[in-house]
Structures are given as C-alpha cells and as structure tokens.
C-alpha cells in the first residue's frame, strides 16, 4: 500500500490517495476527488481509507490535523493497511505531525505497514473511552468540529479524552 508514502517504501502493490482537488481537461475543478488503483484484493478497504480522507478534508483543512490522526483515524475506520493487534510498535508517531514529516519518516525508515499500524493504534487507544460505534463516530466528529471551530488539535484531542 502506498498511501501517503513514496512508492518505492510501499507496503504493498497497489497505491490510493485523496486529492483536495481534481482539475479537469477543461480547466475546471472537482472540490474532492478519491483515486484508486486495481482492482486487489484490498480495492474496497483501499477506497475506504482514501473516503475517510476526503470526508474528513470536507470538515477540517489537512494541515488542522496532525497526519498521524489522520492516517490513523482512516487506517482504524476502513482497516487498511491491515494491521496486528498486539503488534508491539517503537514509532512515536505523535512526533509525525506534517505530512512532510510523515513522508520522511517513511522514506527514512521504509516502515509504512508500521507507521500506519502505530497512527492506528494510537486513535484506538484515544477511543477505547467510548463504548460503541456510534460514541466512537461521535468522539471523532466532535474533534473535528472543534478543530474546525479553531481550537488547537492537541486541546480537542485531550479534552476528549
């Protein structure tokens, strides 16, 4: 899966990605677009993941949020990349705030599946207060909206906690 990250540290054969804009041969522009490859085997948890994106830049600008929330969030909701449970993981991807920051690490390391396992698990670990989908949906909606009504990332985050 290539994702966010460079081809050549993919973690497997095919790539998506959520683009903020699609420009047409004519000039004018789509406001979201998502863009997949295949078909694989993961094409539906892949759309998933890329849709999460997209809805997610619908409510609050990429850069209000820390890429390892966004990552994470997408990677927990459409279960793509798959990843282990109890997998133990050394990445503090709460240092990887930027986009630029998280493409680096990844080309750095050649560690996607990883990554994107740990910004998972820290978005788990952030909703096992919740009980439920629905209080789980809740809780990242409510963050969103915060953010998006201009508190600080971090603040919404650990006041929900």
Sequence with gaps: MSFGAPAEAAAANDFGFASAQLVFEDGSLAPS?????????????????????????????????????????????AAEPRCEPNAPN???VRLLVTKAQWQRHLRKTRRTRDTYCAARHEVERWLTRESGDHARAEAIRAL?????????????FDAAR
Excluded: C, K, Q
């Excluded at 490859?37 to 820390?66: K, N």
């Excluded at 969103?144 to 919404?156: H, K, L, N, Q, S």
């Design 90 to 92: 050394d990445i503090d």
């Design 144 to 156: 969103m909206i915060a953010v998006g009504e201009g508190t600080p990332f971090d603040r919404a």
């Design 33 to 77: 677009a998502v863009v997949v490859t295949g078909p694989v085997e993961g094409t539906s948890r892949i759309l998933t993941h890329e849709m999460v994106h997209a809805e997610m830049r619908a409510w609050v600008d990429y850069d209000r949020l820390p890429t390892w929330f966004n990552e994470g969030t997408a990677t927990f909701l």
